[in-house]
């Protein structure tokens, strides 16, 4: 079946500007999980949703940064007034239903803030 | 706050050798453990899970997880150049999200 996919693969964005990445888990996940990944580092968690609501919201850097699933399935990673320090690779994955099931990612969205 | 340890590397071996990648970590009720490998410019991919102490083999993979040291390794048999990659070391506890280390950059050479 059909992975995790996200949109846009590339974006590039001026300083100060708003932009959304958007993530389809895999069908029947009611578990998706944001991270941010820099370069030489390991996936930061950012966000993770189960169902509709944020089960755990505790790696959101700053109030810049918001995510939503409305429906339970896609989510949508907003960032407001772009830094240049928010660059980075953000990638999206799914689950079955909790953390500890093995986590599906999706190929990522290259951020770059100019 | 919740660690996770890797060496760096890189590490490097010689083709068909084993290639050994440790990690520790610092949450003493983490139950899940995974390994997942990173290609350059790639999202990871899961090569391996264990929730139960002792080793768990699949095909060329072998984790082996000791909760009381709280040390979980992942070993390569027979390496081959298309095992280069970052292994990334991966700990869930409950309903916590995964924590990851910042990976190990495996080069195996011809």
């Known amino acids: 079946g059909a992975g995790v996919s996200q949109t846009p693969s590339n974006k590039v964005t001026e300083k100060g500007k708003y932009v959304e990445l958007r993530c389809d888990p895999i069908?029947?996940?009611?578990?998706l999980y944001w991270y941010r990944q820099s370069l030489g580092q390991g996936p930061e968690f950012l966000i993770y949703f189960q169902g509709t609501g944020a089960a755990d919201d505790s790696g959101l850097p700053n109030d810049r940064f918001f995510a939503v699933r409305p429906e339970g399935s896609v989510s949508t990673l907003k960032i407001q007034r772009t830094e240049r320090g928010d660059s980075a690779v953000y990638l999206c994955a799914s689950s079955l239903r909790v953390a500890t099931d093995t986590q599906y990612f999706g190929p990522g969205t290259r951020l770059t803030v100019l | 706050q919740k660690e996770v340890e890797q060496n760096s590397g890189p590490l490097s071996v010689p083709e068909g050798a084993i290639a050994s990648l440790n990690c520790t970590y610092s949450?003493?009720?983490?139950?899940?453990f995974f390994w997942y490998r990173q290609y350059s410019g790639k999202s990871p991919e899961l090569i391996m899970s264990?929730?139960?102490?002792g080793d768990k083999e699949d095909g060329r993979f072998t984790a082996q997880l000791n909760k009381a040291s709280q040390y979980v390794s992942l070993l390569i048999r027979d390496s081959q150049p298309s095992d280069s990659a970052t292994y990334l070391c991966a700990v869930a506890s409950g309903n916590t999200p995964l924590v990851f280390g910042k990976g190990t950059r495996l080069s195996v050479i011809a």
């Open positions: 069908s029947g996940h009611t578990a």
């Open positions: 264990i929730y139960s102490n």
């Open positions: 949450d003493r009720v983490s139950q899940s």
